[in-house]
């Protein structure tokens, strides 16, 4: 059974990796509660991903304690952390010699499931990940473009239904469109199955939009974690106010805030403004359309297109701003 959400579901206890003298992680702790998505962020060489791969022991840690639904990784064997535990990598590492339907069964088969249950479960996985099963089944990984090698990653690291899913850098490699697209993709899944994450990235506009929790990291230690939110609005030094955008910051936590918190009623004389926005649209797309259409007041409507609220330019300043 998994537990319930918000109960940790993995703890790092002050845990190290030295490789011989240097020290790649040095003493961070964290908690990752079930259900959530937590992001690593930080500069090259920082031991993000040292940090994940000791959660799957692909990389044994050399100090400290590291805990999976209460129990020490270390009593876990490479089956049970298989099948428990997910692992998307840029590149996506997979198979070359393999077709996608393959690449996807390699944990079911690896744990002896039965030929129809793997079936079943790699063509419902692609159609998760919007990959058509009569299309693509069959390709081999030289045969995909890099987005949709990509989603062939994430399903077979969510193969055997892992609690956990570790994800180092999975979008790296592509343009910011397909990268985006995999983003919204990624959070429409963890929406409806709420795995517990753990995503490895270097661009904080992505940790931004992805984390319930973000982790930032510098030579090998924890300098701040915190919500998008808190870290956009507190953050804890120069660096990571640096990282967040410095004074591009504005912009993007208006892009993180939607437009029905901000909203206003409607005025009395129950004039509607011309421009609209969605309620869930962020205050970023906001002010883009209000710069656009050189207007100073929106109309702000549900998704069935009726009138719910107003948003005026003052309450950018009002209320918005630190
Ligand atoms: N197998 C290894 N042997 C020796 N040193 C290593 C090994 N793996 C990582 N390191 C060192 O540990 C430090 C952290 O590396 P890590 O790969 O975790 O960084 P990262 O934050 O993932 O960086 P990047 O953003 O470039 O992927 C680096 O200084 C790296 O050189
Ligand atoms: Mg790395």
């Known amino acids: 059974?998994?537990?319930?959400?918000?109960?940790?579901?993995?703890?790092?206890?002050?845990?190290?990796?030295?490789?011989?003298?240097?020290?790649?992680?040095?003493?961070?702790?964290?908690?990752?509660?079930?259900?959530?998505?937590?992001?690593?962020?930080?500069?090259?060489?920082?031991?993000?991903?040292?940090?994940?791969?000791?959660?799957?022991?692909?990389?044994?840690h050399t100090g400290g304690e590291i805990r999976i639904d209460g129990h020490q990784i270390r009593r876990f064997n490479e089956v049970t952390l298989r099948r428990r535990i997910?692992?998307?990598?840029?590149?996506?590492?997979?198979?070359?010699?393999?077709?996608?339907?393959?690449?996807?069964?390699?944990?079911?088969?690896?744990?002896?499931?039965?030929?129809?249950?793997?079936?079943?479960?790699?063509?419902?996985?692609?159609?998760?990940?919007?990959?058509?099963?009569?299309?693509?089944?069959?390709?081999?990984?030289?045969?995909?473009?890099?987005?949709?090698?990509?989603?062939?990653?994430?399903?077979?690291?969510?193969?055997?239904?892992?609690?956990?899913?570790?994800?180092?850098?999975?979008?790296?490699?592509?343009?910011?469109?397909?990268?985006?697209?995999?983003?919204?993709?990624?959070?429409?899944?963890?929406?409806?199955?709420?795995?517990?994450?753990?995503?490895?990235?270097?661009?904080?506009?992505?940790?931004?939009?992805?984390?319930?929790?973000i982790v930032v990291m510098q030579a090998g230690r924890i300098i701040q974690q915190g919500t998008p939110s808190e870290i956009l609005a507190h953050p804890s030094d120069d660096f990571v106010e640096t990282l967040v955008g410095g004074r591009d910051r504005g912009l993007k936590r208006a892009s993180l805030t939607p437009v029905g918190e901000m909203m206003e009623s409607l005025p009395d004389d129950g004039r509607v403004p011309a421009v609209h926005v969605l309620q869930t649209d962020s205050m970023r797309l906001a002010v883009s359309l209000m710069l656009w259409h050189g207007v100073s007041q929106l109309a702000v409507v549900d998704d069935t297109g009726e009138t719910v609220g107003m948003l005026p330019l003052r309450r950018l300043v009002d209320d918005f701003g630190e």
């Open 86 to 213: 997910g692992y998307a990598i840029q590149n996506t590492g997979l198979f070359p010699h393999w077709t996608v339907a393959r690449n996807i069964g390699v944990v079911p088969r690896l744990l002896k499931w039965d030929k129809a249950r793997t079936r079943e479960r790699v063509e419902s996985l692609m159609a998760l990940l919007g990959l058509d099963v009569e299309a693509f089944a069959g390709k081999y990984p030289h045969q995909l473009s890099g987005g949709q090698a990509q989603r062939v990653g994430v399903a077979r690291a969510l193969a055997a239904d892992p609690d956990i899913l570790l994800m180092d850098e999975p979008f790296g490699a592509l343009d910011p469109i397909t990268r985006s697209s995999l983003q919204a993709e990624l959070l429409r899944i963890q929406s409806r199955i709420r795995k517990t994450i753990v995503f490895v990235t270097h661009d904080m506009d992505e940790a931004l939009r992805l984390a319930d929790q």
């Open 1 to 60: 059974m998994r537990p319930d959400a918000g109960t940790p579901m993995i703890e790092l206890d002050n845990v190290s990796k030295s490789f011989g003298d240097a020290v790649a992680v040095d003493g961070i702790s964290l908690n990752v509660p079930a259900g959530s998505l937590c992001v690593l962020v930080g500069t090259s060489g920082c031991g993000k991903s040292t940090t994940l791969r000791m959660i799957n022991r692909l990389i044994e």
